[in-house]
Every structure is written in C-alpha cells, then in structure tokens.
C-alpha cells in the first residue's frame, strides 16, 4: 500500500532559471502540467536593500575617495546569496532540483542544493567552454 501511495505523490521539485522574457515562467508552468510541486529559485533579483546606514555612506565614500564603483556589486551578490541559501535551509528533501544557467546561481547555493534533492540537473544552454 506506500509503495502504491508513492507513486500518486506529486513529485517535489526545485526550479531555477533566468526569469527574462517569461522564460522561467512557461517552463514552470509546464512542469506543473506534468504533476510537478515546484519550488521557484528564479527570480534572482529580489529587491536589494543596503544593510545599514553605514553600508549606503561606506559605497558613496569609495566611489569617490578610490573610484571603486564594485562594492554595491559585492554586497548585492552576498545579500542574494544569503536570501537563496536560507530559502534552502527551511526547505526538506525533495524529489528533483532542475536548474538552468547554474553560473547565474552562487556556488555556495549549488552545493547545499544537490544536498536537498534525490537528483539534480543542471543545463548549461551556453555551453561549458563559455562558462567552464
């Protein structure tokens, strides 16, 4: 009889994929036609806020003093970082993690991720010599 209910479980998946143009969109809507529970990493561009006050002026003080215009980039990437990785954590194991374009993800997020999932997928359409 659980071997019978496993087979009527819909299947958990964690999606992730570039969101221009809808495109993430119809392939999870798809996905879900299929039977698929899915679990969307992709829109990568949450809404960025600086941490603190200190953070805004310390960004205004190196794009003028050293002409370094790279640190709201830094903090930007770490901010994203952290929010997919905690994401992740409150998530339990799921069946299938598919993810296209897995340069656009954090590393750190790739390796917890094949963590979480019975077996992932990851699609380079760029090709690996483009992005090794």
């Not at 479980?9 to 879900?32: C, Q, T, V």
């Not at 006050?53 to 903090?75: C, E, G, P, Q, T």
């Not at 954090?106 to 019975?118: A, G, H, R, V, Y």
């Amino acid at each position: 009889m659980e071997n019978n209910m496993y087979l009527h479980r819909k299947k958990k998946m964690i999606f992730g994929s570039p969101s221009n143009y809808g495109f993430s969109d119809a392939i999870r809507s798809e996905l879900s036609l299929l039977g698929y529970e899915i679990i969307d990493f992709s829109e990568l561009n949450t809404a960025f806020q600086y941490p603190s006050l200190f953070h805004r002026i310390y960004n205004v003080y190196r794009k003028i003093v050293f002409s370094d215009k790279s640190y709201k980039a830094k903090l930007k990437q770490r901010y994203i970082r952290q929010n997919l990785c905690d994401m992740l954590n409150k998530i339990e194991n799921v069946d299938f993690s598919f993810i296209i374009r897995p340069d656009l993800f954090p590393l750190e997020f790739i390796s917890q991720l094949s963590t979480k999932s019975n077996y992932t997928i990851a699609y380079q359409w760029d090709g690996i010599q483009r992005y090794p």
